[in-house]
């Protein structure tokens, strides 16, 4: 799987959109662009990914650029509860294949 | 909306003891995974299970590791003898079978294991 380097925090203000950036640089073709996040020691929840294509859902949007060796993480009105881990993951779409964690970004949502 | 349990949610243990944790995977779901994280740690790996066998583990994933699929619900890790450094939470994950590609794994809310 392609390496991810992500900052590892971040701050954002209540309300604010929260732009949360990953280079992937080495991605190939076929490795997709996930997203997840953690809240305290919760179990990592699904947020949103991609293949090449801008993708937008309930929580966030992602944007990949055309060459596909950064992303972006955007959550349009960031809330309190929105702090967390944010964990930029890259992995090819084997059956069962595992996910591999980086340290992810603190994002912190300040009132 | 279907969501993967875990149980117990702490569980506190003699080290040398046997812990058995259990998950309740998403009904339709053909993937099953086990990961741990280490208070102040990465979350990691540890193995992947399809079709009633494993089919990756991590070299964290040793002989102490187990895993089953007791019934048509139920995916349990087992560990043998605990240590010390098997103080963790685990948390179980589970995917739907995407032949298209792009399949998502879903976390249960995870068990925090202390073994003393």
């Known amino acids: 799987d392609a390496k991810t380097t992500q900052p590892p925090s971040m701050d954002c203000a209540e309300g604010r959109a929260a732009n949360l950036p990953c280079n992937h640089s080495?991605?190939?073709?076929?490795?997709?662009v996930y997203w997840y996040r953690q809240i305290h020691s919760q179990g990592p929840q699904y947020i949103i990914h991609?293949?090449?294509n801008n993708e937008t859902n309930e929580m966030a949007s992602l944007i990949i650029t055309e060459d596909r060796k950064s992303s972006t993480l955007i959550l349009p009105h960031a809330t309190l509860r929105d702090t967390a881990v944010y964990y930029c993951?890259?992995?090819?779409?084997?059956?069962?294949?595992?996910?591999?964690f980086g340290a992810g970004t603190i994002l912190r949502v300040k009132s | 909306e279907p969501e993967v349990t875990q149980t117990p949610s702490h569980q506190v243990t003699q080290m040398g003891q046997e812990v058995i944790l259990r998950c309740v995977p998403i009904?339709?779901?053909?993937?099953f995974y086990w990961y741990r994280q280490i208070l102040g740690q990465k979350v990691e790996f540890l193995v992947s299970?399809?079709?009633?066998?494993?089919?990756?583990k991590s070299e964290i994933f040793d002989d102490q590791f187990s895993v089953e699929r007791p019934d048509g619900s139920n995916f349990t890790l087992k560990i043998r003898s605990t240590k010390l450094e098997d103080s963790a939470m685990y948390f179980c994950?589970?995917?739907?079978?995407?032949?298209?590609?792009?399949?998502?794994?879903?976390f249960g809310p995870g068990t925090r294991l202390l073994v003393l």
């Open positions: 994950a589970s995917r739907a079978l995407g032949l298209a590609g792009g399949e998502t794994q879903y």
């Open positions: 080495t991605i190939s073709g076929n490795e997709y």
């Open positions: 991609g293949l090449k």
């Open positions: 993951i890259v992995r090819f779409q084997l059956y069962g294949n595992k996910l591999v």
């Open positions: 009904s339709n779901h053909l993937y």
């Open positions: 299970f399809y079709n009633n066998e494993i089919s990756e």
